[in-house]
């Protein structure tokens, strides 16, 4: 396998720099998709190649339960590298597990409990006002999705500020963000380094619901007024935070000061010549090395076992 099955792993690092500046110079809705869709792929080769090590290293355990000829000596001394490396995955492959696990958990487990304590409102459609002092509302996903609003924030808006809110967290559960920050929140337990993507994200997710609040309101301004005011008087339900981010605001002067220029151009690539098209064309290129990093290292670990195993 050689060089080749280390590189998904740090590979994510060209990711980087498109983190920053996707939210800067592209349209929120394909920064949000581009984050998401780079984070994934790297986690899975990081995940694939995690996976690979961890058969060299079982192979070198006596008593393993992987087949008798992947443990023969040939194995052994076609990848005495990884000897050290194979050991130390297993470990890490554990850590992977758990924090998936839990984080897959604590989404899942808040979500059938919000949706429960749903049962005894009266049905209001896709909105769901709760009679609560502490001003708050997100978007709570599920078959169907609700938009769960405090009374305390209902009477901090007026009307039309009112709209606006309700059309920011509609357009939470019409773009499915719950799933592109759940995804890739599992991205960054697969692999620490594609964690700055998160954040990212969260704020791209927050700007596209925030673009097509203006749109459905038609007046940029006083969606920006909804966002500024919402944010200065709620009190985020800590239980929320579970839904995969959804509690979180983002940086709410940079979505402000967003609302108040342009519409952002919707153009499906930067131009080449510019930071952001530097860094798409960096990300990219990272996740194809990683992508067929990781095929090599499969089928070159194939090889040696189908040699291991086959009689002569």
Not at 14 to 28: F, G, S, Y
Not at 173 to 189: D, F, I, V
């Amino acid at each position: 396998m050689g060089v080749f099955v280390y590189l998904p792993l740090v590979l994510p690092l060209t990711a980087l720099p498109i983190a920053r500046l996707a939210e800067q110079h592209l349209h929120p809705r394909r920064a949000a998709r581009l984050l998401t869709t780079v984070a994934v792929i790297l986690a899975s080769c990081s995940l694939v190649c995690l996976g690979l090590l961890v058969v060299v290293g079982t192979a070198q355990l006596p008593g393993n339960p992987l087949p008798d000829g992947w443990s023969d000596d040939e194995v052994r001394e076609a990848v005495p590298h990884d000897a050290f490396a194979g050991k130390a995955s297993i470990l890490a492959l554990v850590a992977v597990t758990m924090a998936c696990g839990f984080t897959l958990h604590r989404h899942y487990r808040f979500r059938a409990r919000a949706h429960r304590a749903l049962a005894g409102l009266p049905d209001g459609g896709d909105l769901a006002v709760l009679p609560d002092d502490v001003p708050y509302a997100y978007a709570l996903p599920g078959s169907p999705g609700r938009v769960m609003v405090s009374t305390a924030m209902l009477a901090a808006l007026d009307p039309a500020e009112r709209r606006a809110l309700l059309a920011h967290e509609r357009a939470h559960l019409a773009g499915h963000h719950h799933r592109l920050l759940l995804a890739t929140r599992l991205a960054g337990c697969v692999n620490p380094l594609l964690r700055p993507l998160q954040a990212a994200l969260v704020y791209s997710t927050e700007r596209w619901a925030d673009e097509e609040a203006a749109r459905a309101t038609g007046d940029r301004r006083l969606t920006a007024r909804a966002v500024g005011k919402a944010a200065l008087i709620s009190r985020p339900d800590p239980r929320a935070a579970a839904v995969a981010g959804f509690a979180a605001a983002g940086p709410v002067p940079r979505r402000v000061a967003a609302l108040l220029g342009p519409v952002p151009p919707d153009r499906g690539w930067p131009p080449a010549l510019t930071p952001a098209g530097a860094a798409a064309f960096v990300a990219a290129a990272g996740t194809t090395v990683s992508a067929l990093s990781a095929l090599n290292a499969a089928v070159a670990l194939y090889l040696v076992l189908e040699a291991a195993t086959t009689p002569l």
